[in-house]
Structure formats: C-alpha cells, structure tokens
C-alpha cells in the first residue's frame, strides 16, 4: 500500500509540475484600451499586458487602417502573472482623421492580438486637394487647374511649379472662406514660361499649419515650341493584291514624334487616302495610340463605281499636325483589288 501511495503521489507531483509548464508557457494576455490626451496631431494609446509568467515585449500599431503602417518601439512588459498597464505615445498624426489602433505582446510561446479600436483626432481635417490638368496651353504659358475642399476651416491655397518636381516656384496665395464649398481653382502661368519646356506642377493647400496642409499629385505638361518638328512616319497597308470581295485592307504604322517626348508627340490623327488616279476613293481616319501606332481597316465593298478589275490604288498616308509636331506622311504605297 506504501509502495502505491508513493507512486500515486509521484504521479500527482509530475502532473502538477507539467501544469505550471504549461501555465508557463502560455502566450501573453493583450487588451486594447481607450485612448486619452487626444490633440490635433497626437493620442495616447492605453492598454494592459499579462505576460503569463514568461518574459514578454509589447507594442503597439496604428494607422489609417486595420492593416496599420506605425509601430511604437518594442518595450518590456516583464515576467509576472499579473495583467500590467502600457501605453506610447501616436504623434504625427493627421488633425480631424479617424485611426486604427491595435496593442500587441509576444514571448517565448508565441504572440497575442489586441482587439481593432479607433478614434479620432482632434480639430478640422487638412483640406482636400485634386491637382488637375494644366489648360490653355501655348508656347509661353499654361494655366493650371485643380480642387480645394476647405473642410470647415478658412484655407489658403497654391500651385508648386518649376522644372522639376522639386518645383522652385509658387504662384500667388488664394483664399478659400471656411463656408466655401469644394472648389474648382486656377492660377495662370501665360507669359511666364519658355517654349517647348517640360514643367511640373503641384496644388497645395493649407489651414495654416503644416499638420493642416495637403498637397495634390505632381503633374506635368509641355509648352508648345516655337517651330513644330516634322515627325516621321512610317506605314504599310496589305494584302499588296486583294483578290475577293470585300476587299479588306489593313493599314499600321508609326509615328517617330523626333525632339518631342512620345507623352506629348504621340497624340493626334492620322489620315489613310485611297486614290485612283487623282480622284479619292475612300478614306479612313486612324488615331494615333500613346506608344506612338496607328492602325485601321478599310473595306471596299465592291470594286469602285465604273471599274473593271484589276483595279489600282495609291495609298496616301498623313500625320494630322498638332501644336507639338508638323503634318507628315508615310511613303506612298501601292494595292490592287481584284
């Protein structure tokens, strides 16, 4: 009976020991709490950590969204069995905007998620801010457009321009009143600029701090030059011989736009002329796509009025001009029907 005793007790001695192993090497106890001292551009996040026995770090995200993007720093939660409080500071913040928040701890058997919370900072959001296209256009100047949303608070505004998308330049400051519904805002820029220049641009504004200030997507455009380059054009239309009818045709090419960057060159129309001695037969308008090809089908139900087969043609193929290149054509070309 001693002998069983002493067994029954070792049994009960090992359970016991695998029991606190086992509440050893539990994973740590995380609540997301509230957040306090909340000001225009900061928040203190709050919380409570039990690390479970085990030695455990913690920190905490935030950002715009579930998916977060801060991080505080790693800190030191300890090693008790008690659930302490943990807090950092979110600075950096955007005023007026809702943000998502999240505590999280991990020791050595693993990692625990706090609970997805939010709040929001204090005071008006920045305003918002669409660059839009720059408009008429010409060799010296442009205008530049865009839309403020002055979010409740009286906002100035103003377009960033040079060169470069460092910019260098601001157009004059413009007030938009606190009561003013999203607008629609330009600055001018004719006379100001040289021919055949690439300028970038930017919409800008502000309720006077720089936490407040929201600045649109960099955009650019090309003044016009002074003398339009002759782009070259390159084309071919087959088959040589159409020998049935319909008699369809296909016609590609390219447009080499020279000196003017393809964003700006390759835009605009092409013109595919069929002539059968000097009179126009048929024509066909192909635009030009932004990696600079063109392309277009021509059908000829039948042969033309008048015509017994084979009948012959001379294809005539010209760049339409626009103010950034000069009218070109192709080569001409040659086909037969029937």
Not at 12 to 21: C, F, S
Not at 172 to 183: D, G, R, V
């Amino acid at each position: 009976m001693r002998r069983k005793l002493q067994l029954t007790a070792a049994v009960l001695t090992g359970a016991a020991v695998l029991a606190a192993a086992a509440a050893a090497a539990s994973s740590p106890a995380v609540v997301t709490g509230a957040t306090t001292n909340r000001t225009d551009t900061s928040a203190v996040l709050n919380g409570t950590v039990n690390p479970n026995g085990s030695s455990t770090t913690y920190y905490f995200q935030w950002g715009l969204t579930n998916g977060y993007g801060d991080n505080s720093k790693p800190a030191s939660a300890g090693n008790g069995t008690a659930a302490v409080s943990v807090k950092t500071t979110a600075a950096g913040l955007i005023p007026g905007t809702t943000y998502h928040y999240r505590l999280d701890a991990t020791n050595g058997a693993g990692t625990s998620l706090g609970k997805d919370r939010t709040f929001k900072t204090a005071g008006h959001p920045p305003p918002g801010v669409v660059t839009g296209p720059a408009t008429a256009l010409n060799s010296k100047g442009a205008t530049l457009t865009g839309a403020v949303n002055p979010s409740g608070q009286n906002t100035t505004y103003w377009f960033n321009w040079g060169s470069t998308a460092s910019y260098g330049q601001q157009t004059f400051h413009q007030t938009l009143a606190a009561t003013s519904p999203p607008a629609n805002v330009a600055a001018s820029l004719q006379g100001l600029l040289a021919p055949g220049t690439i300028y970038h641009y930017q919409l800008v504004a502000s309720h006077g701090t720089a936490a407040a200030t929201s600045s649109g997507a960099d955009a650019d455009f090309m003044t016009y030059p002074t003398h339009r380059p002759y782009p070259g054009v390159s084309a071919r239309t087959r088959p040589k011989t159409a020998h049935n009818r319909p008699y369809t045709l296909t016609t590609t090419g390219t447009i080499n736009p020279e000196t003017i960057p393809a964003q700006w060159g390759c835009q605009g129309n092409v013109t595919i002329r069929f002539f059968r001695g000097i009179k126009q037969v048929r024509f066909t308008l192909a635009g030009v796509q932004p990696n600079c090809t063109f392309g277009s089908r021509t059908v000829f139900p039948q042969l033309p009025r008048n015509s017994r087969a084979p009948v012959h043609l001379r294809v005539v193929i010209r760049f339409v001009s626009t103010p950034y290149l000069a009218s070109n054509r192709a080569n001409y070309e040659h086909i037969t029907l029937g």
